[in-house]
């Protein structure tokens, strides 16, 4: 690493320290996608991260040896971010394995379907609306519970769809659409005692939840051609930009969405 001249007083130039030493995680839905990338991100950067999952163990177990083996500190914990009582035992679990509360969240888990408005089941709307809006809110507000007067950071997996309708996924619109007003509102709150909240709106990214499109070359080639970079993104791409926002070269951002979507938001079809 670069320092100051041998035997200089001066300040090193370069810190040794990672952004985010000392931090404790929790990543929710982190098993697959965005969420594996994230985690495996937020460690290489110094925190320690509860890895949480739904279902099968055995991808979140991966999650945690990839860490590590890399020499940082993970946990596994299954629970159901819709499910107020679970979230409740993640947070407490969490904490209790990282050595601390948790003080930095990212609400990652989603999930998503397609049905027209006439053909959408209420329990369909309802499963959406659970996982991708009221696991955010318990979380967060279970993180805020267990914190007491030390700073944090929230960062909320949103999508280009928190601004984009998207026909036959109206409830994940509404979704995403109502988390960028959850936390902007309360970013307002909780930036006065040292919590902030921010977004990340991914584009079309290479994960489980896209499967279907990246078995459908004639889809896949349509949706690039939304996309004035020309590709879908990377789940390291996302990483990237969540582990900013989470750390300290963001201290000033409150409220923001950072899109991630290789230009997607730009609408390259218009005219
Ligand atoms: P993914 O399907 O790999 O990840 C979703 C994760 O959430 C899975 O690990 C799943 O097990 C977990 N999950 C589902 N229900 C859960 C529950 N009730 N409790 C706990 N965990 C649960 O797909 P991806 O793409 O990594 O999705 C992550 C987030 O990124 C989602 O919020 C999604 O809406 C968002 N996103 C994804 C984009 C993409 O193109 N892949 C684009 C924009 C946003
Ligand atoms: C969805 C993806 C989709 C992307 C761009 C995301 O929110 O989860 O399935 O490809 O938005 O439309």
């Known amino acids: 690493m670069e320092r100051a001249g041998a035997g200089s007083s001066a300040r090193p130039l370069v810190s040794d320290a990672r952004p985010l030493d000392g931090r404790r995680a929790l990543v929710t839905g982190a098993a697959t996608g965005i969420g594996r990338a994230t985690a495996v991100r937020l460690a290489s950067e110094g925190a320690s991260v509860s890895v949480n999952y739904i279902g099968d163990r055995a991808p979140a ?13 993970a946990v596994a914990v299954e629970a159901d971010v819709a499910v107020e009582a679970d979230v409740q035992r993640l947070l407490r679990e969490s904490a209790a394995a990282l050595g601390g509360a948790v003080d930095l ?28 809006l009221t696991g955010p809110f318990l979380c967060t507000r279970e993180m ?85 970079l020309g590709r879908l993104g990377t789940p390291e791409e996302i990483a990237g930009a969540i582990a900013w926002l989470a750390g300290p070269g963001a201290e000033y951002v409150v409220g923001s969405t950072l899109f991630v979507d290789g230009g997607m938001t730009l609408y390259p079809r218009f005219v």
């Open 105 to 132: 969240l990212v609400n990652n888990a989603g999930v998503e379907s397609s049905y027209p408005l006439e053909e959408m089941p209420l329990d369909e709307w309802e499963r959406v609306l659970s996982v991708n």
């Open 144 to 228: 805020v519970r267990g914190l007491g007067d030390s700073p944090a950071a929230v960062v909320m997996v949103s999508s280009v769809h928190e601004t984009i309708p998207w026909p036959s996924f109206s409830h994940y619109c509404a979704s995403k659409g109502g988390l960028k007003l959850f936390a902007q509102t309360i970013a307002r709150e909780l930036a006065p005692r040292g919590v902030r909240v921010a977004l990340v709106a991914p584009g079309a990214i290479l994960t489980p939840i896209n499967r279907a499109l990246m078995k459908d070359p004639a889809k896949l080639r349509e949706q690039e051609e939304q996309i004035p």
């Open 61 to 73: 177990d991966a999650v945690v040896a990839e860490i590590e083996e890399r020499g940082s500190t």
